[in-house]
């Protein structure tokens, strides 16, 4: 099993910025890609930006030029930096790990609970 902590969700100002993180723990063998989802009120859930394990990073176009993944394959850790943020960022943000473990040795795609980023005009 694989559990998923996220944190840095909150309330900022429109063109603040906000750091979310998302560490995953468990028996895990290897992690494949990491990522961050978004849902906003009313709308279905989007990707926002992942880092497969090659290390390339692949952003929705909304957010390119303010919004950053990286991972730290030592901690399990996802992290997306966010600034300039607008209105239409706010949303349930939520963390994605595709992993294989001792119960599915295949890659198998585990999420967050999701943290609320909301961003005031």
């Known amino acids: 099993q694989v559990q998923l902590v996220e944190s840095g969700g909150g309330l900022v100002q429109a063109g603040g910025s906000l750091r979310l993180s998302c560490a995953a723990s468990g028996s895990i063998y290897n992690i494949n890609a990491m990522g961050w989802y978004r849902q906003a009120p009313g709308k279905q859930r989007e990707l926002v930006a992942d880092?497969?394990?090659?290390?390339?990073?692949n952003y929705a176009d909304s957010v390119k030029g303010r919004f950053t993944i990286s991972r730290d394959n030592g901690k399990n850790t996802v992290y997306l930096q966010m600034n300039s943020l607008n209105p239409e960022d706010t949303g349930v943000y939520y963390c994605?790990?595709?992993?294989?473990?001792?119960?599915?040795?295949?890659?198998?795609?585990?999420w967050g609970q999701g943290t609320q980023v909301t961003v005031s005009s």
């Open positions: 880092i497969p394990s090659g290390g390339w990073t």
């Open positions: 994605k790990v595709v992993a294989t473990t001792p119960r599915r040795p295949y890659a198998y795609d585990y």
